[in-house]
């Protein structure tokens, strides 16, 4: 059957926005279609990832500056700088990241069609446009990509003045001098520092007894001292009681109660909320009931590992199909279903991906913690290296932080790296390529690296864990021959 395109794909995230473009360079014809008026690329460039991280950039900036010449005339920087020079700055990047989706898209041919798509049948999608009419577009392939929305709080409302989401709060018009982030996810961390890097007071409410708790545990600790040293407060096992402004102390009340304080009723005093919780899936209004589509009990698309739905014709990736919810993930999730769906291979990709929260300072982190590789079975040792004692730290006054590699103690091979500072989300690619290639800890050693660089922490994390080996009484020669 003749249809008007090879693949439709629905949502310009980086999911689809691979897909689109892996299925160009297989001559193959595409179809976008992205439900936002004005920009393209979704949550990724207009209020997630991209001007998220682009408001952190330019908070870290501010911090550097200040720590390493001190604050001006005694001034915390929510008094020397505006919150509308940051939020264009935002507003630069995220225009400059959507004019590179759109070219790109054009210079590989790919169609775009403006409006909210729903399936008809398996091999046709119905977009209402934005100019209130509607078209009709069949593909041999459809891949659903709509991304994830936060869930509604149970207690209070979003107004988006004093009550934020992480769409208003990149529209404030001030740096708070008080907030409160209710969440306990990666975001919640993450926001937490940058606005206390621009002096704002912060408290961090979460309804889990432990934050972040699948980082390996001195990671954790690494953590808690940042947060202690930025006077950041981190409170869990929370239960929201409900979010009032009180116009007569000019103050938005956070009433809560706490396990860990007895459960007493407390009320707090802010600014401004910040909601960050947990995320669903974008799939209401996509006429799924007309395809044979199948979602598990949280409302994700279910994929077989090719990323083909319960329907040979519809596959999906990023958000929509849950765990992982990154977009570095995401990016592949796209390009392997288009190698998928037309049946051209593609390299495997390794189990062991890596991920990066952007807090001030980074974290990042690939394969096992200690504890994961313990709970294995594993005979493992570790090495550390902590950034106050690192050249390069000292040069750039970043010495927050460690580096920790795990690796088998007999053969050496490298199972995990953690790390906790400045520049983490880069660091951790040469971790990834030697647990990619099944290398053990003797590259960090035997191999030069520049100095001074942060990277140097590899090297004194390796000597420190094949020392602690040689202790244990492995002869240290064998160390260092070839295997």
Known sequence: MNRDYDVIVIGTGPAGFSCAMQSSKFNKDALVIESHQEYLGGTWINSGTVPSKALREASETILGFNDQFGDEDHKKPYERFRMADLLQYKQEILEKENRKVKNDLIKNEVDVA????????????????????????????????TGSNPREPENFEIDGDKILDYKSILELTHIPRRLTIVGSGVHAIEYATTFSALGTR??????????????DHEIKEQLQLVLDNKNINLKTDVAIQGVDFNSLRNYTEVTFTSANDGDRRQVLETEHVLY?????????????????????????????????????????????????????????????????????PALEVPNEIPYAIYTIPEIASIGLTEKEAEEQELDVSVGRAYFSNIAKADMTNHTEGMLKLVFETESLDLLGVHILGDDAANMIHLGQSVISFEGDVRYFINHVMNYPTMSEAYRIAAFNGVNRVFKAGVKYQNILEDK
Do not use: W
């Not at 403006?114 to 041999?140: C, I, K, M, Q, S």
């Not at 598990?296 to 319960?310: P, Q, R, Y």
């Open 276 to 344: 960050l919780g947990g995320r669903k899936s974008n799939i209401e209004g996509l006429g799924l009931e007309n395809t044979q589509v199948e979602v598990d009990k949280e409302d994700c698309i279910v994929v077989n590992d090719d990323f083909k739905t319960s329907s040979d014709s519809v596959y999906a990736a990023g958000d929509v199909i849950g765990f992982p919810r990154l977009t570095s993930a995401s990016f592949t999730e796209g390009r392997l279903a288009a190698c998928n769906m037309f049946g051209i």
């Open 114 to 145: 403006r409006g909210f798509g729903r399936f008809l049948d398996e091999h046709t999608v119905e977009v209402e446009t934005h100019f209130g009419t509607t078209e009709t577009y069949t593909a041999d392939y459809i891949l659903v990509c």
């Open 202 to 215: 912060v408290t961090v409410l979460s309804d889990r007894s432990e934050v972040l708790s699948f980082l």
